[in-house]
């Protein structure tokens, strides 16, 4: 079968659905002789980013159907003759295709926010859909936000079929990144993997969007190549917020800043190997001095050591300021929520420390006080924990923060190296 997708990297469980509907438009009668239907549309849902027109315009490429694309372009009254409009062309040239892109977008409030009063736009996109249900006329939709369509539209008959354009996965990430670096002139230090974990979580058109301002960054610094110090600045630019500052704080501040970072830096690699993508101590538009962004599939693993782990790696910053200087780090209440968040998780949702901590369905003080308590023995238990564990890399620790100071930044290579004495 010929490869419709092709520039589409990753993503083989939508290509698939996707590959089996453009066989059944192209192959109809085999189909229908064998008893199986076309469904009579699919929608496509998705944050923005992600590749949604492009895999929709790859299945209508793949098909000989003429297809009658329909945007909403302004709010001026006529979008509703606009939309009956494209479905008259199209089942005037059918077999073909209707193409609803971003139809969330449709109408000025959600079906969601209607009782039995949905917004006129998706009341005739519906109409429509039935006036050529017996027609060779497919619908395919995109959408950010699904639950803003009423369920009436989302029903089998209509858009029945609904495929979800998730972020891609780290592996499908690194092709990506390795596709559109196949597009620039490369330097020797680029390192396909450490930008996977850089921009970790990121849509599809991020990655695209974070190589080309890079390649723009070597040409304005007329380097010959893109090299991997252009890849993280053009991430910090338009991932992190945290352009170049002339602003800097002082050279104590700066350490212990360093100090921080680093311990969320060890701590995050020593308890869950590969998980740290960046360590900065860079500041950002908001004036947050200093961030680390981790990857890793939290929802994947769920085991009472792994939410510890988390607990530790969110303490991890105000550990080490304790261990490094001897005093409470006054800049750690973001990282104490964090915590505190997995501790009601254990202490709460899975009653790992007994069935007396179950408050849900019980709002007395008893029941509260019970479970804080809780909480904070499973707070300073980690806390404690996690202060031997730097205690006991130090050195690691002290290498960490001086490559911050000198580097300002590292990646997945420069932590791993650290951390685990990679070369």
């Not at 064998?34 to 492009?54: D, R, V, W, Y």
């Not at 519906?126 to 395919?140: A, M, N, R, W, Y």
């Not at 590969?274 to 860079?282: C, H, L, M, N, T």
Request: hydrophobic share 35%; proline share 2%.
């Amino acid at each position: 079968m010929a490869d419709y997708f092709y520039g589409v990297i990753g993503y083989e469980d939508i290509k698939k659905e996707l590959n089996i509907i453009i066989d059944m438009m192209n192959n109809t009668q085999m189909y229908e002789d064998m008893g199986a239907s076309l469904e009579k549309g699919i929608i496509l849902e998705g944050n923005p980013g992600t590749g949604k027109t492009t895999m929709a315009n790859c299945l209508i490429k793949a098909t000989d159907r003429k297809c009658f694309v329909c945007r909403k372009k302004a709010s001026d009254g006529k979008f509703v003759d606009e939309i009956v409009k494209t479905f008259e062309e199209a089942k005037k040239n059918a077999p073909s295709i209707v193409f609803l892109d971003d139809i969330d977008k449709f109408a000025e409030k959600g079906g969601n926010d209607f009782d039995d009063n949905d917004p006129e736009e998706f009341v005739t996109i519906q109409s429509c859909i039935d006036e050529v249900k017996d027609e060779s006329v497919f619908i395919i939709a995109t959408a950010n936000k699904i639950r803003k369509l009423p369920k009436s539209l989302l029903r089998p008959g209509r858009l029945g079929k609904c495929l979800y354009v998730r972020l891609p996965k780290p592996n499908e990430s690194e092709k990506i990144i390795e596709h559109y670096l196949s597009k620039t002139r490369m330097g020797t230090d680029l390192d396909a993997l450490s930008i996977s974990k850089l921009l970790y979580g990121e849509t599809c058109a991020t990655l695209e969007n974070v190589i080309a301002r890079a390649a723009s960054k070597a040409v304005f610094n007329r380097k010959e190549t893109v090299a991997m110090g252009d890849i993280v600045s053009a991430c910090l630019d338009l991932v992190f917020e945290s352009p170049e500052y002339d602003k800097k704080p002082s050279a104590d501040t700066l350490r212990r800043i360093a100090y921080h970072e680093a311990g969320h830096a060890v701590v995050g690699e020593l308890l869950i190997p590969g998980s740290v993508g960046i360590a900065s101590i860079r500041m950002s538009s908001s004036d947050t001095l200093g961030f680390v962004r981790y990857c890793r599939e939290d929802d994947e693993c769920n085991t009472l050591e792994y939410y510890e782990n988390l607990i530790k790696t969110s303490l991890a910053g105000k550990a080490a300021t304790e261990v490094v200087y001897g005093e409470a780090d006054l800049g750690a209440n973001k990282d104490l929520h964090s915590a505190f968040d997995r501790a009601i998780k254990i202490a709460d949702d899975f009653c790992t420390y007994g069935f007396s901590n179950w408050i849900e369905d019980d709002t007395t003080s008893f029941s509260g006080e019970n479970r804080n308590r809780t909480m904070a023995l499973i707070m300073e238990q980690q806390y404690q924990a996690t202060k031997k564990l730097l205690i006991d890399n130090r050195e690691i620790l002290d290498a960490m923060a001086d490559a911050l100071i000198s580097k300002t930044t590292l990646v997945y290579s420069d932590i791993q190296k650290l951390v685990m004495g990679k070369e």
